[in-house]
């Protein structure tokens, strides 16, 4: 075959000029960290890192709305643990009133007392997280217990809202995290079924201390004996929703952590591998251009005298 | 018959052989890094012989040979190769502009990245949802509203930029064909001067080489056929169409295509396809018409415009392209900010005054379509009503005072995609974003009952919209859709690199066999140099010798007698 300096040339140039570009490509490789710059570095791969990304936020996000729906579920917690004492104060009160051993300044004091007693549950009723009134259903920046009732249209229908607020806390899965007001302390508006009603009545009638009331006594005691069993149903509800997002919470600090880990395996360059092919190249490189310089230059001419 | 004077004729052609040979030597050596550049080498024959007769006892007659005859000075050069070159050549421009094209192109897509659509959506969608766990907060409506107009931005952004690219790819070709046309101007020139210089018996080596390298540089940008006459000139085809007619030329020209603004390339006023075009003018124009292609046809404009469609024109040369770019960019725009619109347009704002619910006053349907979206044209029609109900996004291009409008205002494309002026407008904008549900409202009074501000119901169903399958498949959400079409795009620009990569080793390789026979060895220039210069003081010698054989001839005889 019939070779000429030319092709030794260009040859030579051609071969550095492959060994630079890949030097190049390591290099950058290795100042970014990542594997993959743009799309077709490798189309199925970004394909599988988008896709993760998008999984990743969309769990912190959902792991972000659970600790929202904790703090709220701990906070009617508290707020259903006091107005469960409370509400079983007014039971002690109400027996003790029932009794035929108390005298009428006893029943008296039980009736202020009673009254108290009422105001106490009202403001656990009005019970507010961050500004929202948790037991207002979707009206929550009204009070659900107000001291007067609205006498207007459109301030009855601000209250007892029986709306359940949910929220996203996994892909296709959802809580509702709120207890009603009607639910646990009775309907207001228009009505006569709250406890609060329940607890005026009571007073009223501890005050009067007539005779013929004393069954009506044990009609309300029966009333409220139900509210507690509503209290506590709603408790239950609180405590089961709190241990089934706290087990979902574990589960998805260690989903985010496995999937941070796909991610990088697809995205990140392997360094170790990167750098000792970095070497490996220069070597090449270096050996190439020694080879190079030794054929490109005698000719016959240093030769002929 | 004289020996004497015979053989100094002999000797004196052979001096001139290996005088013509050394300048060919010296001619090669000059030019040994000339671009193009074929090494020419010397073609001697032997001279006609004379008929001698013998001038002894028996007749009989010889040939004596009469010297050497230098006859052309040849190049070395295979046509074969050449064409074969050609043709790699223009697949390498072609697949080389194609690759850098599309690289430019994904790079404008910034992914994977956080600055990317991929990670703007999906921000979007957690600003909902952070505002379904707290509707009545100011602050999660800022941000629905802040990451909303970088959703948009982004979009438009990315539109814009990669609708440049057509003019820029326009702009390519136009210097492209300039560029052609100077080379036909070229090739033309050098037929009449290489015919010229045939006529009077010689090879005109230089030129043939420059005109054979202009035509290779010609094939990087169109794909040539080429036809070598009897005369010396070369005939230059585009697909049958001649470029180099012999001594005239026909050059290239641009007229305006379909879409006004842009330019198609036309032979003699008639355009000629991409494909027929080949090497980095068919990669441009494919770039501009198919890769990127045309913005979706809801979107463009009425006006006589770039790309407009008036009613009932005809369509051809602007039809959708609906693989391109541009277009599916606009698919994912319109049905995200449809998606969303139809959702808020159904929910309920935390500032109820003022808000106009679906129904007859505004020609939406009163509840919710179980298609899911409402259309680009019920958009439209709410969008004129007197009573507009409440929508996310806006189209840009029907804000007061633009001059081009949508030939679909309903029809939200990348390019137009905004956040609507109800949502923008300061603090009272915060509370008309919708996040709970439905009001109803009473069939008879008409009067509308808003659920509580707590009401998250608008809201959830928005940030569910990240999972939720689009674009009428029972599996595709946006995320979907989109990866895949970044996806294949990436494969596009893959294969063009592999494409171009193979291509550039190839024409390393006819580069190396056209080296073999036309490059030029110093070794073996020198080692034919010292040939010819034996030969050439061969030749003096014996003209040395005949000369005092002759002269003893001549002056030793006695004069007289």
């Known amino acids: 075959m019939r070779v000429t300096n030319r092709m030794i040339t260009d040859n030579v140039f051609r071969n550095s000029s492959a060994h630079l570009e890949r ?7 290795l100042a970014s960290g990542r594997r993959i710059e743009k799309p077709s570095d490798d189309p199925t791969g970004i394909n599988q890192i988008m896709l993760l990304d998008s999984v990743l936020k969309d769990q912190q996000q959902y792991s972000r709305n659970i600790d929202q729906v904790v703090t709220w579920l701990d906070t009617t917690d508290s707020a259903l643990g006091d107005a469960a004492n409370i509400v079983q104060r007014a039971r002690d009160l109400a027996v003790q009133g029932a009794s035929d051993t108390s005298s009428r300044e006893s029943r008296q004091a039980l009736a202020r007392e009673v009254l108290q007693i009422r105001d106490q549950l009202r403001g656990v009723a009005n019970t507010q997280l961050a500004g929202r009134y948790i037991f207002a259903g979707s009206q929550t920046v009204t009070e659900p217990y107000p001291d007067k009732k609205p006498t207007t249209a459109e301030g009855k229908s601000k209250l007892d809202s029986e709306d359940r607020l949910g929220v996203a806390i996994g892909p296709g899965l959802s809580i509702e995290y709120n207890q ?17 009603e329940d607890l005026g009545d009571l007073a009223n009638i501890l005050s009067l201390s007539d005779d013929t009331t004393y069954g009506k006594i044990s009609d309300l005691i029966g009333n409220i004996d139900a509210r507690l069993t509503a209290i506590n149903d709603a408790r239950a509800d609180v405590g089961g929703k709190r241990n089934r997002v ?10 985010e952590v496995a999937l941070k880990d796909l991610k990088s395996s697809y995205q990140d360059a392997d360094i170790p591998a990167l750098i000792s092919d970095f070497t490996l190249t220069q070597q090449v490189y270096q050996s190439s251009l020694a080879a190079s310089a030794k054929i490109m230059q005698p000719t016959l001419m240093d030769f002929l005298r | ?9 002999l000797a004196y052609r052979g001096m001139v052989a290996a005088q013509a ?23 001697a024959a032997p001279a006609p012989s004379t008929l001698v007769q013998s001038m002894g006892t028996e007749v009989s007659l010889s040939q004596l040979g009469g010297g050497v005859d230098v006859r052309k000075i040849i190049r070395n050069r295979d046509e074969f190769l050449d064409v074969r070159m050609r043709a790699e050549i223009t697949d390498e421009g072609y697949s080389t502009t194609l690759k850098e094209q599309i690289n430019f192109l994904e790079t404008q897509f910034q992914e994977p990245g956080p600055n990317g659509l991929s990670g703007v959506i999906s921000s979007y969608f957690s600003a909902w949802d952070q505002l379904a766990v707290n509707p009545e907060s100011s602050a999660a409506r800022s941000e629905v509203r802040q990451i909303g107009l970088s959703v948009a931005n982004t979009f438009r952004n990315l539109y814009d930029n990669i609708k440049k690219m057509r003019t820029e790819a326009d702009a390519q070709i136009s210097n492209a064909i300039v560029e052609v046309n100077a080379y036909i101007e070229q090739v033309v020139d050098l037929n009449k001067e290489i015919s010229a210089t045939r006529t009077l018996g010689s090879e005109p080596n230089s030129l043939m080489d420059r005109r054979d390298l202009i035509v290779e540089k010609m094939s990087r940008l169109v794909r040539v056929q080429t036809s070598l006459q009897e005369d010396g000139k070369l005939f230059v085809f585009i697909g049958g169409r001649a470029l180099v007619d012999g001594d005239k030329a026909e050059f290239l020209s641009q007229i305006p295509s379909a879409e006004k603004t842009l330019l198609d390339v036309a032979y003699r006023g008639a355009a000629i396809p991409a494909e027929g075009l080949g090497g980095k003018l068919h990669a ?25 469609v008036a009613t009932g024109q005809a369509l051809a040369g602007l039809e959708d392209t609906t693989d391109g770019i541009l277009y599916q960019l606009d698919v994912l725009a319109n049905e995200f900010a449809a998606r969303v619109n139809t959702i808020h347009a159904y929910g309920s704002p935390l500032d109820t005054s003022g808000h106009n619910p679906p129904g007859a006053l505004n020609g939406l349907p009163s509840s919710r379509p179980s298609s899911g979206t409402l259309t680009p044209d019920q958009v439209e029609q709410a969008l004129a009503s007197a009573k507009k109900p409440n929508f996310f996004f806006a189209n840009a291009a029907t804000k007061p005072g633009m001059i081009l409008q949508p030939s679909k205002p309903g029809f939200i494309g990348a390019g137009q995609i905004d956040l609507s002026a109800d949502i923008l407008a300061g603090n009272a904008g915060l509370n008309r974003i919708a996040s709970g549900k ?18 998250n119901t608008a809201a959830k169903e928005i940030a569910l919209l990240r999972s939720t399958p689009m674009f009428g498949t ?7 859709r989109y990866r895949t079409f970044l996806s294949d795009l990436g494969v596009k620009g893959q294969f063009s690199d592999r494409m171009a990569q193979n291509q550039l080793n190839l024409i390393e390789h006819l580069k190396a066999q056209r080296e073999q026979t036309s490059g030029v060895n110093f070794d073996q220039e020198m080692s034919d140099m010292v040939r010819y210069q034996h030969a050439y003081n061969a030749s003096a010698k014996i003209i040395n010798m005949l000369d005092q054989a002759l002269d003893k001839l001549i002056n030793g005889m006695p004069p007289g007698r």
């Open chain 1, 180 to 196: 009603t007001g009607p639910d646990v302390f009775g309907k207001y508006v228009d009505s006569v079924d709250s406890i609060f």
């Open chain 2, 438 to 455: 439905a009001p109803t409202v009473d069939p008879v009074t008409g009067t509308a009952t808003y659920p509580g501000p707590g009401d």
């Open chain 1, 23 to 29: 030097l190049a490509t390591l290099q950058n490789q």
């Open chain 2, 1 to 9: 018959m004289d020996y004497g004077l015979y053989g100094l004729g």
């Open chain 2, 474 to 480: 029972a599996t595709e959400t946006f995320g979907d």
């Open chain 1, 246 to 255: 706290e087990l979902l919470a574990s589960r998805y600090n260690n989903l």
């Open chain 2, 284 to 308: 441009l124009l494919e770039m501009r018409d198919s890769i990127i292609g045309r913005p979706a046809l809801a979107t463009r404009t009425n006006a006589d415009r770039e790309g407009g």
């Open chain 2, 21 to 43: 040979s050394l300048n060919t030597v010296a001619n090669n050596l000059a030019n040994a890094n000339t671009e193009g550049y074929s090494r020419q080498r010397v073609e």
